[in-house]
Protein backbone atom coordinates (compact mmCIF):
# COMPACT_ATOMS: atom_id res chain seq x y z
CA UNK A 1 0.00 0.00 0.00
CA UNK A 2 1.38 3.35 -0.97
CA UNK A 3 2.56 5.86 1.41
CA UNK A 4 2.10 9.24 0.83
CA UNK A 5 3.55 12.87 2.62
CA UNK A 6 2.04 16.07 2.44
CA UNK A 7 3.37 19.32 3.23
CA UNK A 8 1.50 22.77 3.43
CA UNK A 9 4.64 25.58 3.66
CA UNK A 10 2.24 28.41 5.01
CA UNK A 11 5.52 30.83 5.42
CA UNK A 12 8.76 30.98 4.68
CA UNK A 13 10.66 32.70 6.82
CA UNK A 14 14.57 32.13 5.73
CA UNK A 15 14.21 32.19 2.06
CA UNK A 16 17.98 31.43 1.27
CA UNK A 17 17.54 28.81 4.13
CA UNK A 18 14.54 27.22 2.35
CA UNK A 19 16.32 27.62 -1.31
CA UNK A 20 19.06 25.31 0.55
CA UNK A 21 16.67 22.72 1.60
CA UNK A 22 14.77 22.23 -1.62
CA UNK A 23 17.97 22.18 -3.67
CA UNK A 24 18.88 19.15 -1.36
CA UNK A 25 15.63 17.45 -0.17
CA UNK A 26 14.61 15.35 -3.61
CA UNK A 27 17.73 13.79 -3.63
CA UNK A 28 16.36 12.33 -0.03
CA UNK A 29 13.12 11.45 -1.16
CA UNK A 30 14.78 9.19 -4.46
CA UNK A 31 16.96 7.32 -1.98
CA UNK A 32 13.57 5.83 -0.60
CA UNK A 33 12.24 5.53 -4.28
CA UNK A 34 9.82 8.53 -2.88
CA UNK A 35 8.26 10.82 -6.05
CA UNK A 36 6.66 13.93 -5.77
CA UNK A 37 3.14 14.04 -6.73
CA UNK A 38 1.93 17.44 -6.14
CA UNK A 39 3.78 20.90 -5.69
CA UNK A 40 1.72 23.44 -5.99
CA UNK A 41 0.77 26.79 -4.70
CA UNK A 42 -2.36 26.64 -6.44
CA UNK A 43 -4.47 24.75 -3.84
CA UNK A 44 -7.87 25.54 -1.79
CA UNK A 45 -9.95 24.27 0.06
CA UNK A 46 -12.94 23.13 -0.95
CA UNK A 47 -14.79 22.79 2.79
CA UNK A 48 -13.94 23.49 6.46
CA UNK A 49 -11.00 25.87 7.58
CA UNK A 50 -7.98 24.58 5.83
CA UNK A 51 -5.97 27.19 4.44
CA UNK A 52 -3.41 26.13 1.92
CA UNK A 53 -0.54 27.53 0.72
CA UNK A 54 1.73 26.00 -0.98
CA UNK A 55 1.25 21.91 -1.32
CA UNK A 56 3.48 19.28 -1.64
CA UNK A 57 2.68 15.51 -1.47
CA UNK A 58 5.43 12.61 -2.02
CA UNK A 59 4.48 9.40 -2.90
CA UNK A 60 6.18 6.48 -1.56
CA UNK A 61 6.06 3.01 -2.60
CA UNK A 62 4.43 2.38 0.75
CA UNK A 63 3.85 3.96 4.40
CA UNK A 64 6.69 2.23 5.72
CA UNK A 65 9.27 3.87 3.50
CA UNK A 66 7.36 6.86 3.97
CA UNK A 67 7.95 6.97 7.84
CA UNK A 68 11.90 5.48 7.20
CA UNK A 69 12.47 8.52 4.78
CA UNK A 70 11.15 11.27 7.65
CA UNK A 71 13.12 9.96 10.31
CA UNK A 72 16.14 8.92 8.14
CA UNK A 73 19.59 10.46 9.05
CA UNK A 74 19.69 11.29 5.16
CA UNK A 75 16.54 13.95 6.16
CA UNK A 76 17.78 15.06 9.27
CA UNK A 77 19.67 17.26 9.01
CA UNK A 78 17.12 18.82 6.19
CA UNK A 79 14.11 18.82 8.58
CA UNK A 80 15.72 20.82 10.58
CA UNK A 81 16.28 23.58 8.04
CA UNK A 82 12.77 23.60 6.81
CA UNK A 83 11.65 23.28 10.37
CA UNK A 84 13.79 26.37 11.46
CA UNK A 85 13.11 28.39 7.81
CA UNK A 86 9.39 27.94 7.28
CA UNK A 87 6.39 27.76 8.79
CA UNK A 88 4.99 24.36 7.46
CA UNK A 89 1.95 21.52 8.16
CA UNK A 90 2.57 18.07 7.65
CA UNK A 91 1.40 14.94 7.59
CA UNK A 92 1.64 11.20 6.32
CA UNK A 93 -0.84 8.92 5.53
CA UNK A 94 -1.50 5.60 3.93
CA UNK A 95 -3.15 5.04 0.08
CA UNK A 96 -5.66 2.71 -0.83
CA UNK A 97 -5.43 -0.72 -2.08
CA UNK A 98 -3.31 -3.30 -2.04
Do not use: H
Not at 37 to 49: F, I, N
Amino acid sequence: MTGYVLFDVQNVLDEEAFKNYESQVVATTAQFDGVYRVVSGDARALEGSWDPRFVVLIEFPSREKAEEWYGSEAYAPLKKIRQSSADCIGVIFSGVGG
